[in-house]
């Protein structure tokens, strides 16, 4: 669907007025680029960071082991965490004797940033899966037989301790490569206001590029007394992008539903996020005029317009009875921060919005939007006056 456009300006962007939240520590600059670009504001809050293990004595330990007693099966799972571990083995001096023992084996690559660092490396992968899981890469593995051999697997971030149990089971020994793991940011001040923006509901989008991220996040939330409370509103009132399967999967497994791309990359997952935005708009004809409800802003005939928090809450209780009266008793406690002036607030909406007749009052009882009749029958036009709005 096109954005809408009037005869003076360009198209609006497809995510302007919505503000998505990003999780990520690697590459979260150039994800919030990339929103930003389509209109989105960006709030950041990340919720892991990466630690590499270069000096790490396990890491060197078992990479001589792996140097002395070749594997007969590596598996790289990342590219940046192949590249580290190539890296880090060059700087004790070991880089050689690496790449000639993993070149006796048979690599496998979990996806094409993995390919794409074995082959800069000089060496060449003999199957990738098309899905780019480690539950594919496994069950080609299964499949193959694994008894007996020894299977080196670079890991990233996380024990994938099923992977291993699994090939452990089958007669496998497996090597577990940690190249880097993920831990909880230094300072969590951004995390938890990212938490709170989201119960705030002034987040229209959260993205994961990770599942670490998704679980520190939750950890976290939970250390605060807010996990549940996170949960409700990531099932319900907040729209969950994640880069992939991998990623969604501590999600889904707590009920909270995903948007996926089809492919695990950051432009796909902004693409679909640009794709599915239309799904994120309320459309409503008001008083001859286009009224579109989109996160902290509205399109009136194609025109952005950002409203202040006071006005997008009255705007959206008024929205959830098109042409129905709300009573200012319950446009009080869609207020927030405690503030109890909807008249001003009405007011300052009708300022913001332009068209002196989208709200209209209904005596002292309270205000309604002036829906055009053909979005709900019920709503009789005759029943109000038409030079003030007000029902007679």
């Known amino acids: 669907m096109s954005a809408p456009t009037t005869d003076d300006e360009a198209p609006v962007p497809a ?30 809050g990340p919720c892991i960071r990466i630690v590499p293990l270069a000096d790490d004595t396990d890491l060197q330990a078992r990479t001589r082991d792996l140097i002395g007693r070749p594997p007969d099966v590596t598996v790289a799972t990342t590219g940046v965490g192949f590249r580290g571990w190539v890296e880090a083995a060059a700087g004790w001096g070991v880089g050689e004797q690496l790449l000639t023992a993993l070149g006796t084996s048979r690599i496998l690559a979990r996806g094409p940033k993995a390919r794409g660092q074995i082959r800069a490396a000089g060496l060449s992968e003999v199957w990738s899966p098309a899905s780019e899981s480690s539950a594919e890469m496994l069950d080609h593995l299964l499949a193959e037989g694994v008894a007996g051999q020894r299977i080196a697997v670079q890991l990233h971030g996380e024990p994938l301790r099923h992977v291993v149990e699994a090939l452990e089971r089958a007669g496998a ?26 119960l705030a509901g002034a987040i229209d989008v959260l993205t994961f590029t990770s599942a670490p991220a998704a679980s520190a996040l939750l950890a976290r939330a939970g250390e605060r007394g807010l996990r549940d409370d996170l949960l409700a509103a990531l099932r319900t009132t907040v ?50 005029h286009v009224l579109e409800l989109r996160g902290d802003a509205v399109l009136v005939d194609g025109e952005l317009k950002t409203v202040p928090p006071a006005g997008m809450a009255v705007l959206r209780a008024l929205a959830c009875l098109p042409g129905r009266v709300v009573p200012r008793e319950e446009l009080v406690r869609a207020l927030p921060g405690g503030d109890h002036d909807v008249e001003s607030a009405v007011a300052r909406l009708g300022a913001w919005l332009g068209p002196a007749t989208l709200i209209r009052t209904a005596d002292e009882r309270g205000y309604r939007l002036a829906v055009d009749p053909a979005v709900d029958p019920a709503v009789d036009p005759s029943r109000y006056d038409d030079q003030h709005g007000e029902e007679r």
């Open 239 to 288: 729209r969950v992008l994640c880069v992939g399967p991998v990623t969604a999967a501590p999600l889904e497994a707590l009920d909270v539903p995903t948007w996926q791309p089809a492919r695990s990359r950051l432009g796909a997952m902004v693409r679909t996020l640009e794709s599915a935005a239309p799904s994120l708009v309320r459309r409503l004809p008001v008083a001859g």
């Open 15 to 44: 995510l302007a007025g919505f503000t998505v939240g990003v999780t990520a520590a690697r590459r979260a600059e150039e994800l919030g680029t990339m929103l930003e670009r389509r209109g989105a504001t960006v709030r950041h």
């Open 173 to 198: 020994e497996v090597v577990t490569v940690p190249v880097y793991r993920w831990m909880l940011p230094v300072d969590p001040v951004p995390m938890d206001r990212l938490t709170d923006a989201v």
